[in-house]
């Protein structure tokens, strides 16, 4: 049974809106650490204005601190990062995806979609991230169903299970990525939610933001209502979170409060 550890690699402050947290996991088995989503990277923090850009830097509100990283979080529990022989990305926003180069030499699992508009230079991704060449592997098609929403299996090497769970609209490469432990599922269901409340408020205020940044919004809202119906029906056997609510890292998580 792998160890799950929460890591907040990242903060994001936007006047008007909640503090936002970069809400990566560290699934820990058989010697190997498979990270889930990267955070912001040691790097941004070293260059942001070469790496990621002003704009986006003042836009998204990317606060840097060399603690708030996967590669320090690791460090601070004891994990040599030299283990993080794979990373799993949700999707490739730059927040998500700026933590990969700490990590040069791991694996990189991503959907088809989301990998096939990265190499095509869509503008919502900062190019720069994916400098130092990452070892893409990717996933296009399902393959499993995992409570009614078509998932494949991530080819990672551990022995527990993960999968990509096609949660499409944020980008249109999005996906869930469920961890199997104890014959129950953590689900980091990535940006399919920025806060928590979407789940049981239709009309929540930050729907609106969501609809702004989202590729495909009737896509967004078709997935956000499958986590409705998950969190709902299934929450014996699914514990589930997004990559941004502060509410949903777990106690200790955070430590600059
Ligand atoms: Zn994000």
Redesign the pocket.
Known sequence: MPTIHHLNAGTLVVPGYPTVVCHCLAVHDAGRTVLIDSGIGLLDGLDPDGRLGRGLVEAAGFRFNARDTAYQRLVSLGIDPESVSDIVLTHA?P??AGGLADFPTARVHVSAEEHARVTAGHPRYAPRLFNHGPSWRTYAGAGVDWFGLPAARVDVPIPTAVLLVELPGHTAGHRGVAVESGGRWVLHAG?AYYLRAELTDAHHPVSAFAASRADDDDARVTSLGHLRRLAADHADAVSMFG??DITELPRGCIDWE
Do not use: I
């Open positions: 926003d927040d998500h940006d990559y941004h």
